[in-house]
């Protein structure tokens, strides 16, 4: 079935402004809250959200086999488990009612009044109910960095890393989409001329600039997923902060990997975009260093060029660009990951959520944490207000951006902005 949807030359009745990153050939799925506190699944073209729960029942999607309350829930998981077929019918559908050249709606005054949004009306939701969150460490520029602060520079990379997409088991219940504030966490920590740890509040809380990828129902228990089928089971993508508290992280993770240092927050975009309408955006990934094993090799593109930006905005200030990196650097892909998450028999169902790991380039201007842009506190961040970062300090809010563009085809991501709060006081009694 062709993807209609992303024909490029493709105008919209709906006002779209200049580089605006959902054109009409974008159309995310996302959750919103609307104006008569209605929860609904929606989409968004230019500055206008789109409740697909309204124009279902008013029989815009007829001709297509969706159950009657498919967009009336408040989370896209049960409309991800249709799978790739129902997600591009209705994907298209979706363009062809919002053509300049489709009078259906455009003309109805009446079904417009309770389809369409202004994004003030609305309050964007988590899009999924997050069963499993796996978080990978798949950059490596990232992970080098990181083997060469903290262990050996001529053996940065632990010997498994070439062989295989490294991960750990993250929480779900702590993942939260953008504009949720978050408190400083607290934990143990330990000096390093201290012979005891202490426990208090972290004091180098970091960002991971990251994206995530979500999976439709894919397997069942013990049978295992073919890297060519992999993207058959991923319904799309969104940007993601996997906050970090280093100073614990230190302490805490030999034997079994991060544990507290991970689970207090992470932060996502409200919109899906799907990979339908990244397939223009297609991509080499980088070439293998060593041998792998079949069940991880792979043809084609399988590696999408998504710019990504971080900004860090201090209270009352202005925002302060950090980074400027891309997708496209990832050592393992979204195919890769799967096959391997699923190789030993773990089912993956819709709705579960897995993090690429932190996103770094080959240059300084393009690592994805604090850890690296001011490499463990030792070269400090000077902001335009002339204050310094060496880590994100109480009240500083951290925006992530991403988008695909060519020429004037611009595809995007909007962005994931999380306001960093003092540590959580409980109220007197």
Same mark, same amino acid.
């Given at each position: 079935?062709?993807?209609? %949807? /992303?024909?490029? /030359?493709?105008?919209?009745?709906?006002?779209?402004?200049? /580089?605006?990153?959902?054109?009409?050939?974008?159309?995310?799925?996302?959750?919103?809250?609307? *104006?008569?506190?209605?929860?609904?699944?929606?989409?968004?073209?230019?500055?206008?959200?789109?409740? @697909?729960?309204a124009l279902h029942q008013l029989g815009y999607f007829e001709g297509i086999p969706l159950t009657d309350d498919i967009f009336l829930q408040d989370t896209l998981n049960d409309f991800i488990s249709d799978g790739k077929k129902t997600w591009r019918l209705v994907r298209n559908r979706i363009a062809d009612i919002f053509d300049a050249n489709n009078a259906s709606l455009r003309d109805?005054?009446? #079904?417009?009044?309770?389809?369409?949004?202004? @994004?003030?009306?609305?309050?964007?939701?988590?899009?999924?109910?997050?069963?499993?969150?796996?978080?990978?460490?798949?950059?490596? +520029? #990232?992970?080098? !960095?990181?083997?060469?602060?903290?262990?050996?520079?001529? !053996?940065?990379?632990?010997? !498994?890393?070439?062989?295989?997409?490294?991960?750990? &088991?993250? *929480?779900?219940?702590?993942?939260?989409?953008?504009?949720?504030?978050? &408190?400083?966490?607290?934990?143990?920590?330990?000096?390093?001329? %201290?012979?005891?740890?202490?426990?208090?509040?972290?004091?180098?809380?970091?960002? =991971?600039?990251?994206?995530?990828?979500?999976?439709?129902?894919?397997?069942?228990?013990?049978?295992p997923i073919p890297i060519e089928e992999a993207e058959d089971y991923i319904f799309g993508l969104v940007l993601f902060n996997d906050w970090s508290a280093r100073d614990i992280q230190t302490w805490e993770y030999v034997p079994l990997g991060p544990f507290l240092a991970k689970n207090f927050a992470s932060s996502i975009s409200p919109w899906i975009v799907t990979l339908d309408a990244?397939?223009?955006?297609?991509?080499?990934?980088?070439?293998?260093? $060593?041998?792998?094993?079949?069940? @991880?090799?792979?043809?084609?593109?399988?590696?999408?060029?998504?710019?990504?930006?971080?900004?860090?905005?201090? =209270?009352?200030?202005?925002?302060?660009?950090?980074?400027?990196? !891309?997708?496209?650097?990832?050592?393992?892909?979204?195919?890769?990951?799967? %096959? &391997? #998450?699923?190789?030993?028999?773990?089912?993956?169902?819709?709705?579960?959520?897995?993090?690429?790991?932190?996103?770094?380039?080959?240059?300084?201007?393009?690592?994805?944490?604090?850890? =690296?842009?001011?490499? $463990?506190?030792?070269?400090?961040?000077?902001? $335009?207000?002339?204050?310094?970062?060496?880590?994100? +300090?109480?009240?500083?809010?951290?925006?992530?951006?991403?988008?695909?563009? $060519?020429?004037?085809?611009?595809?995007?991501?909007? =962005?994931?902005?999380?306001? @960093?709060?003092?540590?959580?006081?409980?109220?007197?009694?």
């Amino acid at each position: 079935m062709s993807i209609t %949807a /992303n024909d490029p /030359n493709r105008k919209t009745w709906l006002e779209v402004p200049a /580089n605006s990153d959902f054109p009409i050939q974008n159309i995310p799925f996302g959750v919103f809250l609307t *104006r008569d506190d209605v929860i609904t699944i929606g989409t968004r073209i230019g500055d206008t959200a789109i409740d @697909l729960g309204a124009l279902h029942q008013l029989g815009y999607f007829e001709g297509i086999p969706l159950t009657d309350d498919i967009f009336l829930q408040d989370t896209l998981n049960d409309f991800i488990s249709d799978g790739k077929k129902t997600w591009r019918l209705v994907r298209n559908r979706i363009a062809d009612i919002f053509d300049a050249n489709n009078a259906s709606l455009r003309d109805n005054e009446e #079904h417009r009044k309770v389809v369409l949004f202004t @994004l003030d009306e609305i309050e964007m939701q988590m899009p999924v109910q997050v069963g499993d969150y796996t978080d990978f460490y798949s950059s490596k +520029e #990232h992970a080098t !960095n990181v083997g060469t602060m903290f262990r050996d520079p001529d !053996n940065a990379l632990l010997p !498994n890393w070439l062989h295989i997409p490294v991960g750990y &088991h993250g *929480r779900s219940s702590s993942i939260i989409p953008s504009g949720i504030p978050i &408190h400083r966490p607290q934990g143990q920590t330990k000096a390093k001329d %201290a012979t005891e740890p202490t426990f208090g509040p972290s004091q180098r809380v970091d960002f =991971e600039l990251e994206m995530a990828f979500i999976t439709t129902d894919a397997n069942h228990l013990g049978e295992p997923i073919p890297i060519e089928e992999a993207e058959d089971y991923i319904f799309g993508l969104v940007l993601f902060n996997d906050w970090s508290a280093r100073d614990i992280q230190t302490w805490e993770y030999v034997p079994l990997g991060p544990f507290l240092a991970k689970n207090f927050a992470s932060s996502i975009s409200p919109w899906i975009v799907t990979l339908d309408a990244l397939e223009p955006f297609r991509t080499e990934s980088p070439k293998p260093e $060593k041998k792998l094993l079949p069940y @991880l090799q792979y043809e084609g593109k399988k590696s999408f060029d998504i710019n990504l930006e971080v900004f860090l905005k201090p =209270e009352n200030g202005e925002e302060n660009k950090l980074v400027q990196s !891309n997708f496209k650097y990832m050592y393992w892909n979204m195919s890769q990951q799967l %096959a &391997h #998450h699923t190789v030993n028999g773990c089912p993956v169902i819709s709705g579960d959520m897995m993090g690429s790991g932190t996103i770094s380039g080959p240059t300084p201007d393009s690592y994805g944490s604090m850890l =690296e842009l001011a490499w $463990k506190g030792e070269k400090p961040i000077k902001l $335009k207000d002339g204050s310094e970062r060496k880590f994100i +300090e109480d009240n500083d809010t951290v925006i992530m951006r991403g988008y695909c563009e $060519k020429g004037d085809y611009r595809i995007g991501f909007g =962005e994931v902005s999380t306001k @960093l709060l003092p540590v959580f006081e409980p109220k007197k009694k």
